[in-house]
């Protein structure tokens, strides 16, 4: 099992909302990843986790919650988002941090806040 | 922080026309990806390339690897509606995080029929 699964594939929500994006990998891998990607731009890296635990946080705002509660799951929580946040939420894995770090990407959440 | 230069940003062709895409950096890389995105769906990983000077192929695209391990490039012969897409390089460096890429911004390819 090469894939990486996300679920939804699209949510819509209101800025009061709370919502969360699921990410599930079978493939054994120790690395997980959040990215948040722009229409036509590069995947921005938001945060990785390493054996469970939180290694990268890229400065992202608390409106943005991650959670990794096995090595196969990484969920983000998110709260009280602005318009702005509004993208594609992509998920990726990779064996670990080796000099290859080849990372295999989920189908991504395209987000909308309205 | 080292960047990736990569060009062209926009390219619009003809199926049946060839092209190629550059990835650039003035400092050496440890390994270099190459990803195609499609429209509304996650990047996928085309290639990894690691020693200086390395060419690999994966049917109708060529990928290079320059000897300083400094660029890239990507060629795509007779190029057909499939191919349209986002190309994305990403390197991860030899100092920093283990676990961090850097993209380039990308090439948005458009093959018209």
């Known amino acids: 099992d090469t894939e990486v699964t996300q679920t939804p594939k699209h949510l819509v929500m209101g800025m009061t909302n709370k919502k969360s994006l699921k990410c599930e990998q079978h493939?054994?891998?120790?690395?997980m990843y959040w990215y948040k990607q722009k229409a036509k731009k590069p995947p921005e890296l938001m945060f990785v986790y390493s054996y469970e635990k939180l290694s990268i946080n890229e400065s992202v705002p608390s409106r943005f919650s991650p959670e990794c509660p096995n090595s196969s799951l990484l969920n983000l929580h998110l709260h009280a988002l602005q318009p702005e946040d509004s993208a594609l939420y992509l998920c990726?894995?990779?064996?670990?941090?080796?000099?290859?770090?080849?990372?295999?990407f989920g189908p991504g959440t395209r987000l909308t806040v309205l | 922080t080292q960047l990736l230069e990569q060009s062209p940003q926009f390219l619009s062709i003809q199926e049946g026309e060839n092209l190629t895409v550059y990835c650039n950096s003035s400092s050496v890389f440890s390994s270099l990806q190459w990803y195609r995105q499609e429209p509304g769906e996650g990047p996928v990983l085309l290639v990894t390339v690691v020693t200086g000077g390395e060419v690999k192929k994966l049917k109708r695209l060529t990928f290079q690897f320059g000897d300083a391990r400094k660029d890239s490039s990507l060629h795509i012969t007779a190029a057909q509606p499939g191919d349209t897409g986002l190309y994305l390089c990403?390197?991860?460096?030899?100092?920093?995080?283990?676990?961090?890429?850097?993209f380039g911004k990308g090439t948005l390819l458009t093959v018209n029929p």
């Open positions: 990726a894995s990779s064996q670990g941090g080796g000099i290859l770090n080849e990372q295999f």
């Open positions: 990403a390197f991860r460096n030899s100092g920093g995080s283990n676990y961090k890429l850097t």
């Open positions: 493939m054994g891998h120790r690395a």
